[in-house]
């Protein structure tokens, strides 16, 4: 409940939100990673937003640098989110200011703010107003507002703010180009504005104000307004400011949650419905002496009511415990606010409800009961109470054979990701971003001392590593009609990429650097080939980015190059040493030595950016870190479902054994044997057990084969998942109800039949 509350919290806190919209687009034709939708768009967009309609009250964009070096005084600080944005931000969003003012901040293009924590890294005081800081160590900012630290659930948190305005003009970017969509952009809408109507005009401004028309042959661009409390929950849109939720697994996180505590309330009806026979006189007693059928019922349930309260309060004094680590788990700070009613409202209705469905049956039933027949002292429930039991247990099984198959199905697509070809090695790789010009500038020279040192095998540069190739863009080629439009996706690398990453060649050659021509080659891959819809592909010239044409010199196999829940995509690489990684291959066992003569090397060359790393097997399993969440959730949800429906199956079994107690006592006096005596006691549960199993197969196949539809590249589901599922409930299952049985079919006969 706390989580999903902190998610659906997102950006909720600025007064204004439901006015507040994000404008993306989806540009036709030009599909990326699988869909065709932007959140970055032109610069000028909602400027002339605000100029032509006035609905729109005002503007800001946002544009984002990441890990960038930034000089205060002597020192020097590497940021992973630098933001130059429009100050009209600091008046539409409910930003605090601590020091400075929106009318300061607003004051000329070379103004900057900071958040509380970072004007205390920096300076170690608030008051910073006139600071001087220098983005880059090169282009300098004078601090004109320090803000409130933004709560963590934003969909983006701002850390540092440059002016937007000053940073192009530094940079001698244009401010009026509607061809360069770098830029996050919101509008403030007038209360009452129709958004839907106002998306509908979005196309004219394009036409309007942009010096190239819309070719109708080639890309066309569709502008959308999103609400700001909707953005969270975006899912198939490119480059996004940040990682966004899933509604859909939250609410998949909740389904389960309430399946877990209905297995929890089935637990207490089971129970007390099985124990109603030793209250028949309770009830009788009362019955006799006045008491009505609606008290009784007020009773009871005031009981079930105890016992939800009471473990509510053990449920929050977990929480409290367990969040600390719950927070760590998903990487976000999520903390419980006692004084909100926002947190008490809701646990105080599942407190309700949990009352209601636990108790409102065994109390309804136990008041139905005549006195007469309950003074009697019989030993038999009500009518029809043993099949509802059963019914009850069959639903927790479902449940928990649903969650085992779910949770196998997860676990082993995940072990598919981590042991496929994906065409490439990953381990022993090094990988090592480049972040100033400097260091480009001299990248053979560094990558010719890394080759030096002892350990080191291969080293190659590339603008992309091979499991994320990011850049695509329509190719041209020697003898190409007008007709004709491929896109490919787009790498340029040096002459060691292929064989560091053991890329294999199917046809052609690798680039080769002793051929003076292979300075301009291009290698594609076997998708690139049917796209092209070449025959013979060797020798083929395409015009690359910098103007001048290069030929194909080899077809390499298909990788990897994005997440397999994508097709492999066309693919294209230019002979050029990249200009953001560098890619270290090393061998032997003396890693640490290794790394440290490479930081040394490093140092040399880049005195300013601090030496950071990553080996390349970690930035692949990045790429699927929501999935291994989901299947840790999984696994924990599944595993506090069994043993809730187990401990109900324990207590129901102590139950059933202990009324038929005297019943085995006989049949073992009349020669039953303990195996025969063990499944008189466990049939019917295993009966149960498999009528669960068949209820819940379909179930989950439905439900996990979609989710693995999600995946270009996935596991199957095969009769083996299944029969493991259901050996696993067999054994828990057997184990719980076994211990009870056996206990009962050992028992000597004489100590069952003494009361008699």
């Known amino acids: 409940m706390v989580y999903t509350q902190y998610e659906f919290s997102y950006d909720q806190y600025h007064s204004r939100v439901n006015d507040i919209y994000r404008v993306y687009k989806s540009d036709k034709g030009n599909f990326y990673k699988g869909t065709n939708k932007y959140a970055v768009v032109p610069t000028p967009l909602v400027p002339a937003m605000k100029d032509d309609f006035s609905e729109v009250e005002d503007f800001f964009r946002i544009e984002t640098y990441g890990n960038a070096v930034v000089r205060v005084g002597t020192e020097v600080f590497l940021e992973p989110s630098i933001h130059a944005v429009d100050p009209s931000i600091f008046e539409i969003l409910d930003l605090e200011l601590l020091a400075g003012s929106p009318s300061e ?435 083929m010239q395409m015009m690359r980015w910098w103007g001048d044409t290069g030929r194909v010199v080899g077809v390499l196999k298909d990788f990897h190059a994005h997440s397999v829940h994508l097709e492999i995509e066309p693919i294209q690489i230019y002979q050029k040493s990249g200009q953001f990684n560098v890619s270290i291959r090393i061998e032997g066992d003396q890693v640490e030595e290794t790394i440290a003569a490479i930081e040394s090397t490093y140092q040399s060359f880049e005195p300013l950016y601090p030496f950071d790393y990553n080996f390349f097997d970690d930035i692949f399993d990045r790429a699927y870190l929501s999935e291994i969440k989901a299947a840790e959730l999984a696994n924990w949800f599944t595993g506090l479902a069994i043993l809730i429906a187990c401990l109900g199956l324990y207590g129901l079994a102590s139950h059933k054994v202990q009324h038929r107690i005297k019943e085995v006592g006989v049949r073992k006096v009349l020669g039953a044997s303990i195996s025969r005596i063990l499944i008189l006691l466990t049939k019917d549960f295993g009966l149960l057990l498999i009528v669960s199993f068949l209820i819940a197969a379909p179930i989950a196949y439905f439900v996990m084969n979609n989710w693995l539809d999600g995946f270009a590249y996935h596991t199957s589901i095969n009769l083996i998942t299944f029969l493991l599922a259901l050996i696993v409930m067999m054994l828990v299952a057997g184990s719980t109800v076994g211990y009870q049985t056996y206990k009962a079919a050992v028992k000597n006969p004489v100590d069952a039949l003494r009361e008699e």
Request: net charge neutral; with cysteine.
């Open 105 to 539: 901040i607003g004051k000329g293009n070379n103004g900057a703010a900071l958040s509380e924590s970072l004007a205390m890294k920096y300076f170690g005081k608030i008051d910073v107003v006139g600071e001087v800081i220098k983005y880059k160590d090169q282009y300098p900012f004078q601090v004109t507002g320090v803000f409130k630290d933004m709560p963590k659930n934003s969909h983006f948190v701002l850390d540092l703010t440059i002016n937007l305005e000053g940073i192009l003009g530094a940079t001698e970017r244009r401010m009026d180009n509607w061809n360069n969509s770098n830029f996050y952009a919101y509008v403030l809408l007038a209360p009452g504005t129709d958004a839907g109507k106002l998306q509908g005009r979005l196309p004219e401004l394009r036409a309007k104000y942009a010096n190239d028309p819309i070719n109708e042959e080639g890309q066309e661009s569709t502008y959308y307004l999103q609400n700001l409390s909707d953005v969270h929950f975006t899912s198939e849109v490119n480059f996004d400011i940040a990682p966004n939720a899933d509604a859909q697994s939250l609410y998949i996180y909740i389904g389960i949650a309430f399946m877990i505590l209905l297995i929890a309330a089935i637990n207490y009806v089971n129970l007390a419905t099985a124990r109603s026979v030793n209250k028949t006189k309770e009830v009788g007693i009362r019955k006799v002496i006045g008491a009505h059928k609606w008290s009784l019922i007020k009773q009871f349930l005031l009981e079930s009511s105890v016992l939800v309260f009471t473990a509510l309060a053990i449920a929050v004094l977990v929480l409290i415990m367990v969040l600390p680590a719950f927070s760590s788990f998903i990487d976000k700070e999520i903390t419980i606010n006692f004084s909100s009613l926002d947190f008490w409202i809701p646990l105080l209705g599942l407190g309700v409800l949990m009352t209601l469905l636990s108790g409102i049956y065994p109390a309804t039933m136990l008041a139905k009961f005549k006195p007469i027949t309950a003074l009697k002292g019989s030993r038999t429930g009500p009518k029809g109470s043993a099949l509802f039991r059963n019914i009850l247990v069959v639903f927790q099984f479902t449940v928990s054979c649903a969650l085992i198959l779910g949770a196998s199905v997860l676990t082993k697509q995940l072990n598919f990701i981590q042991n496929m070809d994906t065409g490439y090695v990953r381990d022993q790789v090094l990988v090592v971003g480049v972040r100033d010009r400097g260091i480009r500038g001299q990248l053979d020279v560094f990558k010719n001392e890394l080759r030096k040192i002892s350990g080191v095998k291969y080293v190659s540069s590339s603008n992309s590593l091979p499991n994320n190739i990011s850049s695509n863009s329509t190719v041209n080629w020697v003898g190409k009609k007008e007709d004709e439009r491929v896109v490919l996706y787009t790498n340029t690398a040096d002459y060691d990429f292929v064989d560091l990453y053991d890329l294999e060649i199917v046809e052609g050659r690798n680039f080769d650097p002793t051929i003076t021509s292979d300075e301009t080659a291009v290698l594609i891959n076997e998708s690139a080939v049917k796209a092209l819809g070449w025959e013979n592909p060797i020798g």
